[in-house]
């Protein structure tokens, strides 16, 4: 089983630069999240999707966009890479029980 | 608004000694409270389910109450051990159906020889 894969695990932005955090579940979970997490401070949401073409933005969305086409995938979009991004990123998926992807270290600089 | 408390912030103990962790919350509807642990680095891994019927559920040294008039549910662990170093992170989850769950900020424990 799979479960929640992310990619990549680590990358180097240059402010300024844009990436794709790609995040897909082969659970068939309807919910899915997107986390970062600073150091030494808990989990901040900063988008969930209820469904596939339903999005919402959580806590801390500035700087960040996503879709959700499809039920397994749910990407998380920088468009203009700023210091304060970062962070480690999680995706994660839940029916009842939320299941996490290892992560995404991402550095801005 | 639907928010998760916990505490301590950070707890430091000495190896084999016990210690409890405490979770407030005040989501409402009520379906079920999780405590998850995270290894530094790592994403959160589930440790235990409470749902609103359950007052205490145990899984080998942690043992979680639940309070659900009170909206508390407390982690307590047993003869700790350096592995249980991480972040304990309290969730809560609403019966509705487009509501996310709910992530306290977790307490971050340290288990020290």
């Known amino acids: 089983n799979a479960g929640v894969t992310q990619t990549p695990k680590f990358r180097i932005l240059k402010i300024g630069q844009s990436m794709t955090l790609q995040c897909t579940q082969d659970?068939?979970?309807?919910?899915m999240y997107w986390y970062r997490q600073d150091p030494g401070m808990g989990l901040k949401l900063i988008y969930y999707?209820?469904?596939?073409?339903?999005?919402d933005k959580g806590e801390v969305p500035n700087g960040y966009n996503v879709s959700r086409s499809t039920t397994e995938d749910f990407p998380l979009r920088l468009e203009l890479a700023a210091p304060s991004q970062t962070s480690v990123y999680f995706c994660?998926?839940?029916?009842?029980?939320?299941?996490f992807g290892q992560g995404t270290r991402l550095t801005v600089v | 608004k639907n928010q998760v408390e916990q505490s301590p912030q950070s707890l430091i103990i000495l190896e084999g000694k016990n210690c409890t962790l405490q979770?407030?919350?005040?989501?409402?509807?009520?379906?079920?409270l999780r405590w998850y642990k995270q290894d530094t680095g790592r994403g959160p891994v589930s440790l235990t389910i409470?749902?609103?019927?359950?007052n205490t559920k145990s899984n080998g040294r942690y043992t979680a109450t639940l309070d659900a008039d009170t909206k508390q549910s407390s982690l307590h662990i047993t003869a700790s051990q350096l592995s249980d170093s991480a972040s304990y992170i309290c969730?809560?989850?609403?019966?509705?159906?487009?509501?996310?769950?709910?992530f306290g900020k977790g307490t971050r424990l340290s288990v020290i020889a």
């Open positions: 994660a998926s839940s029916l009842g029980e939320a299941f």
């Open positions: 659970m068939n979970h309807n919910y």
């Open positions: 999707s209820v469904g596939a073409g339903i999005t």
């Open positions: 979770c407030n919350y005040t989501v409402s509807p009520f379906s079920n």
């Open positions: 409470m749902t609103f019927s359950e």
């Open positions: 969730v809560v989850s609403s019966p509705s159906g487009n509501t996310p769950l709910v």
